[in-house]
């Protein structure tokens, strides 16, 4: 009796163990998923939970919550735990490093590109890295894959097939014309330049990409990059200044010029050569051309007198470094309000936009530039549109047919952006919208 009462209360005793240890583990993880579930909902008051381009698709049945994307991630919150699967939080914001891909102990993630609402315009890129126009090639993130390593690794790859195929076409000035001197543009002008081919390379902006575009200072590199004529670059974290003080030092060893502030507004065929044109209504012609303007596009201008003055820009870097100017800031989105913010405790602001009200902003910036206004730390003028940029004011049109000369020393303009589609289709390149396209994924799921 008494060795039948014993066992019952250890059974009991175990039995309870057991249930506590459940009821513990299962309070976790519904603490865990609340956790999970706020930070969503942030994210999509933010706008940074629908992807926009590369991200992790999770395959929730293979999914067993090891943590292990979570923890090798280097951007932090892209993924998290919620109901013991893994989910995306603020997916906007991968990159695509692709470490939750390699991390994951079941393969239960792909990296894709685009989603079944967001569709995502890609260019036709041949292995070679040629287009379905002979001659004409592309590399970086324009093919669809980012990384500035992936990038550099294109850049030279592509001049390497570039070399062997080149068009014994009379009347060019150049064998090559590389567009643009972001990662993948650098990386093909150095490889260039090592193969002594006759070439050039045209960037809009100044060189460095679209690392140099963003406030960030922190750059990640999760495996070392390969830079043609200087060797093995092992950093896994650098900074911008740090890796574009890299670039221009390696570009001047070897005394290469790029062409800056030279936007290529179209591409045609003359003849076996391609014709470029532009932005100052010059032409150049070329055997081959190697497309290296990511994914980002060119920010649309107003089209104002003045808007060619250094003063006007159209991004903000480095705001901290702004103090005691009068300012306009144009654009009634995000990326202007942000500026506006950013640039408000410093200096003296006025926004000007051409709508009657902000539209489609993020609640956060909604609330931030409301109570601005309310203190009068920033001027909106909303209905206004800039008729005029002169060096010491700008000239603006306000709702009331007013026209107002307002002193100003800087000017920035954030109307939005062309994406590279348009250019690309004007050039002959096929492009497909892809709504979910894997880009990297385990053999056994093809
Ligand atoms: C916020 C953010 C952070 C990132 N952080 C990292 C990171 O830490 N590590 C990492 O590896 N990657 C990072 N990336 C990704 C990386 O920046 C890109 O994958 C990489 O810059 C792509 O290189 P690219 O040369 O293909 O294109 P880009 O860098 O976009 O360069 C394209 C260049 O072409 C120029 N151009 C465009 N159109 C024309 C035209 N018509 N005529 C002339 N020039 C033109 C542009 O001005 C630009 O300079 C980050 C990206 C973002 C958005
Ligand atoms: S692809 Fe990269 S940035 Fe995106 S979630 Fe995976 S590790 Fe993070």
């Known amino acids: 009796m008494e060795v039948l009462l014993e066992k019952a209360i250890i059974y009991s005793v175990v039995l309870g163990l057991i249930l506590l240890t459940i009821y513990i583990y299962v309070r976790q993880l519904k603490r865990n998923s609340k956790r999970v579930d706020e930070k969503i909902k942030k994210a999509k008051e933010e ?3 629908e992807p926009v381009s590369l ?12 943590g292990a994307c979570i923890e090798a991630c280097p951007e932090k919150e892209i993924i998290g735990i919620r109901n013991g699967k893994a989910t995306l939080i603020n997916a906007s914001r991968c990159i695509g490093h692709g470490a939750c891909f390699h991390a994951c102990p079941v393969e ?11 569709g995502v315009d890609l260019p036709h890129v041949k292995r070679d890295f040629e287009t379905n126009v002979p001659g004409m090639y592309i590399a970086g993130e324009l093919g669809g894959m980012g990384l500035i390593k992936n990038s550099v690794e294109q850049g030279k790859q592509a001049v390497n097939n570039i070399v062997k195929a080149i068009s014994r076409a009379k009347g ?10 972001g990662p993948a543009g650098i990386s093909a002008t150095l490889e260039a330049k090592r193969l002594g081919l006759n070439f050039i390379t045209l960037e809009q902006d100044t060189l460095g990409g679209t690392v140099y575009s963003f406030p960030r200072a922190k750059i990640v590199m999760t495996s070392p990059m390969d830079l043609p004529l200087f060797g093995k670059i092992k950093l896994t974290e650098t900074t911008k200044s740090d890796l574009l003080e890299l670039w221009i030092k390696v570009l001047n060893e070897n005394n ?5 502030n030279t936007k290529v507004e179209s591409i045609t065929k003359e003849g076996e050569n391609f014709k470029l044109l532009i932005n100052n209504g010059e032409t150049v012609l070329t055997k081959s051309v190697l497309l290296a303007i990511g994914r980002r596009g060119t920010p649309r201008k107003l089209n104002v007198t003045g808007e060619h003055l250094e003063k006007v820009a159209y991004r903000l870097l480095e705001p901290e470094n702004i103090q005691d100017k009068s300012i306009l800031v144009v654009g009634g ?3 202007a309000i942000e500026a506006a913010l950013a640039l408000a405790d410093l200096n003296k602001v006025l926004l000007s936009y ?18 601005a206004i309310a203190d009068g730390t920033i001027e909106v003028r909303f209905n206004s549109n800039v008729v005029e940029i002169n060096e010491l004011n700008i000239i603006l049109s306000l709702s009331d047919k007013e026209i107002k000369t307002i002193d100003n020393d800087l000017v920035y303009i954030f109307a939005g952006g062309e994406l590279p589609t348009d250019f690309l289709k004007k050039a ?5 919208t892809k709504f979910g396209h894997a880009v990297l994924k385990h053999e056994k799921k093809r």
């Open 172 to 181: 060019s000035e150049y064998d090559l014309v590389i567009v643009g001197a």
């Open 55 to 66: 991200h992790p698709e999770i395959d929730v049945n293979t999914c067993i919550q090891s």
């Open 428 to 432: 002959g390149i096929d492009i497909s």
């Open 333 to 335: 989105g995000d990326s």
């Open 256 to 260: 290469i010029t790029i062409k800056q």
């Open 47 to 49: 706008g940074l939970h």
């Open 354 to 371: 051409r709508g009657e009200a902000f539209q489609r902003i993020k609640v956060k910036n909604g609330e931030k530039i409301n109570k």
């Open 108 to 118: 239960a993630i792909t990296l894709v590109i685009g989603t079944e609402k967001r």
